[in-house]
């Protein structure tokens, strides 16, 4: 029996798919939301769209990525032969003459792959840029559902194994951050204002590689009786208090990387002298 709400059965422009399946309940307003729910995932499209250019200018860029004794986070560890000499960083030239563009485009894949499969960031570029939903209660477009059980999100799976990259990659740059105690004379025993800016990426790069998902599985999952494990159920403890926090940490650690390569590209290439401290 028809309600006066529901579209005829036979309108040949009654979407069947999705949301509007004879299976579910026939509402002709596409949500009953009246507050801005559509600001958070534009806020979201904007700050990743302004990443991805500012990241994809800085990696293609080649230039202006080691003002001594910092080297930019995306550069390093540096594997190309065309790198800049560096005294800083893990810097070994696995790749020969052959490779002809940044060498940053080496490094970025793997912190890339880390974020880009990163259970956050899937939430926030599929309600942002496919609005798949674009948020709760509110039906997404699309007329089918297969989730990430196709081409190419089925790539999404990799990410435990990007997270052990990223491991790696949390370790170098930590490196980076010691030698970043030093003057440009390469002496130990200083401290400048880039010093503090590598020490707060570094913080935020491994709270947010630790609080992710995987993490918290590696190290609590398969565990039948904490009270036999009991370092890795405090770990596991610690772990799940920043994964509480994994959204903001997301968000706070991809500025600060991009930040302490702004940074470094500032320095370099002549803008201000970095601050000494002592």
């Not at 930590?174 to 570094?202: E, S």
């Not at 609590?220 to 903001?248: C, D, I, T």
Request: with cysteine.
């Amino acid at each position: 029996m028809a309600t006066g709400t529901e579209p005829p059965a036979t309108d040949p422009h009654t979407p069947r798919g999705g949301v509007r399946s004879p299976a579910r309940a026939a509402i002709t307003a596409p949500h009953l939301r009246t507050d801005r729910w559509w600001l958070a995932p534009a806020a979201t499209v904007a700050g990743l769209l302004a990443f991805v250019v500012y990241s994809t200018w800085r990696a293609f860029a080649n230039t202006h990525y080691y003002a001594a004794p910092y080297v930019s986070p995306f550069y390093s560890p540096c594997l190309a032969e065309n790198c800049v000499p560096m005294r800083a960083g893990p810097n070994i030239a696995l790749f020969g003459s052959w490779w002809a563009i940044s060498p940053a485009i080496i490094i970025l894949l793997f912190p890339l792959g880390f974020r880009l499969t990163c259970y956050y960031y899937r939430k926030a570029y599929y309600r942002g840029f496919w609005a798949s939903p674009p948020a709760c209660a509110v039906a997404e477009p699309h007329r089918r559902y297969t989730g990430e059980t196709r081409f190419p999100l089925i790539l999404q799976n990799l990410h435990r194994y990007f997270f052990y990259a990223a491991l790696l990659v949390a370790g170098v740059l930590t490196y980076d951050t010691v030698l970043a105690f030093r003057d440009q004379d390469y002496r130990w025993g200083h401290m400048g204002l880039g010093t503090v800016v590598f020490l707060v990426n570094i913080v935020l790069i491994w709270a947010y590689t630790l609080s992710c998902h995987s993490c918290r599985h590696i190290v609590g999952g398969k565990l039948k009786h904490f009270s036999r494990h009991p370092v890795r159920y405090r770990f596991w403890q610690f772990v799940s208090r920043l994964n509480a926090r994994h959204m903001e940490l997301a968000w706070a650690s991809l500025f600060s990387v991009a930040l302490a390569d702004f940074y470094v590209f500032l320095v370099a290439s002549g803008a201000f002298d970095d601050p000494r401290f002592f």
